[in-house]
């Protein structure tokens, strides 16, 4: 029969095992990190557009569906067009207008080339827009000819920051949210006559980056 202190020397470890289970379980935690992304959404919208050519307004079939401007007509060689429209950031954050994506098809498909001159005026608050009507209201089909120059835009203003991106600010009555564009665009080589489908896009970008919120959970 064993000794009782051998006894005793045996069953401590045993009692031991256990607790120290228990008071690693009950002592130790862990660490786990979530995370949420938020992105921003952008909106900016064509609020408003004008087309000028030497053809008249009734042979040029035009609209404005999904943010895209598109027109088609039936021309000649040499044929012009003058384009404009009114850019607004209506979105709740920041936006940058990166350019304008033109998209040219016609029919029949054979080679036509053009100049295509991009003038940019903006961004300007609503206020700044009200009373400039030069950039805007006072070109009409009467007088576009006289107000508009294929190779510097609006004549007695300087286009802004051309080819470059342009910030337009969140959507609110004295922010810089509004940009007007005009484009010219001609034909210099193709066919006598021909049908021509243009299609204008707005190419924007979100000045804000996504945000990244970090989350520790203790279990």
């Given at each position: 029969?064993?000794?009782?202190?051998?006894?005793?020397v045996?069953?401590?470890?045993?009692?031991?095992?256990?607790?120290?289970?228990?008071?690693?379980?009950?002592?130790?935690y862990?660490?786990?990190?979530?995370?949420?992304?938020?992105?921003?959404?952008?909106?900016?919208d064509?609020?408003?557009?004008?087309?000028?050519?030497?053809?008249?307004?009734?042979?040029?079939?035009?609209?404005?569906?999904?943010?895209?401007?598109?027109?088609?007509a039936?021309?000649?060689?040499?044929?012009?067009?003058?384009?404009?429209?009114?850019?607004?950031?209506?979105?709740?954050?920041?936006?940058?207008?990166?350019?304008?994506?033109?998209?040219?098809?016609?029919?029949?498909?054979?080679?036509?080339?053009?100049?295509?001159?991009?003038?940019?005026?903006?961004?300007?608050?609503?206020?700044?827009?009200?009373?400039?009507p030069?950039?805007?209201?006072?070109i009409?089909?009467?007088?576009?000819e006289?107000?508009?120059?294929?190779?510097?835009?609006?004549?007695?203003?300087?286009?802004?920051?051309?080819?470059?991106?342009?910030?337009?600010?969140?959507?609110?009555?004295?922010n810089?949210?509004?940009?007007?564009?005009w484009?010219?665009?001609?034909?210099?080589?193709?066919?006598?006559?021909?049908?021509?489908?243009i299609?204008?896009?707005?190419?924007?970008?979100?000045?804000?980056?996504y945000?990244?919120?970090?989350?520790?959970?203790?279990?």
């Amino acid at each position: 029969m064993l000794n009782q202190k051998v006894l005793v020397v045996m069953i401590i470890p045993l009692l031991l095992i256990p607790l120290a289970s228990f008071a690693y379980a009950h002592y130790t935690y862990t660490i786990e990190k979530k995370y949420k992304i938020h992105v921003y959404c952008g909106e900016v919208d064509i609020e408003t557009y004008k087309i000028y050519s030497p053809l008249d307004d009734k042979y040029v079939d035009d609209q404005l569906i999904n943010n895209t401007l598109s027109f088609s007509a039936d021309v000649w060689l040499g044929w012009y067009v003058w384009v404009g429209f009114l850019v607004k950031n209506n979105g709740l954050y920041a936006m940058n207008y990166e350019g304008t994506d033109i998209q040219i098809q016609t029919i029949p498909p054979d080679s036509v080339t053009w100049q295509i001159n991009e003038f940019y005026y903006g961004p300007m608050t609503k206020g700044e827009f009200n009373h400039n009507p030069d950039v805007w209201r006072s070109i009409t089909g009467d007088n576009y000819e006289e107000k508009l120059d294929p190779n510097t835009g609006i004549i007695g203003l300087e286009s802004e920051r051309a080819y470059t991106p342009i910030y337009l600010e969140p959507d609110g009555d004295h922010n810089l949210n509004k940009l007007i564009v005009w484009i010219y665009m001609e034909t210099l080589t193709g066919p006598e006559t021909f049908t021509v489908e243009i299609s204008i896009n707005t190419s924007t970008t979100i000045a804000e980056s996504y945000e990244v919120e970090q989350h520790e959970v203790i279990s």
